[in-house]
């Protein structure tokens, strides 16, 4: 089995920082590539940023400039840092994998949602 924990999600003032992880452990062969995603008003995820095996990166256009999305490759860990905090930034923060299990098939995984409110 597989398991994503996220952590970092928080309370913070308008203009102030918080640093978002999603660690990735078990049965895990590779990983292809890492994201994280907001809900929107409509129910849905959308992309806030990504990155792949290869540090390709993508970001959404309302974050560029003020997250940073990073990975350590040897701890199947995410990270996803945010400067420059604004209250339309508040949101449940999801962390997305897509991965090759352990002698099975590839997968694509959610993590439980971690909250980002941004708030004077």
């Known amino acids: 089995q597989v398991q994503l924990v996220e952590s970092g999600g928080g309370l913070v003032q308008p203009g102030g920082s918080l640093r978002l992880a999603c660690a990735a452990s078990?049965?895990?062969?590779?990983?292809?590539?890492m994201g994280w995603y907001r809900q929107t008003q409509e129910n849905q995820r959308e992309l806030v940023a990504t990155?792949?095996?290869?540090?390709?990166?993508k970001y959404a256009d309302s974050v560029k400039g003020r997250f940073t999305i990073s990975r350590d490759s040897a701890k199947n860990t995410m990270y996803l840092q945010m400067n420059s905090l604004k209250p339309e930034d508040t949101d449940v923060y999801y962390c997305?994998?897509?991965?090759?299990?352990?002698?099975?098939?590839?997968?694509?995984?959610w993590g439980q949602g971690t909250q980002v409110t941004v708030s004077s």
């Open positions: 997305n994998v897509d991965f090759q299990m352990l002698f099975g098939r590839r997968y694509n995984y």
């Open positions: 990155i792949t095996s290869n540090d390709v990166v």
């Open positions: 078990g049965s895990i062969a590779s990983i292809y590539a």
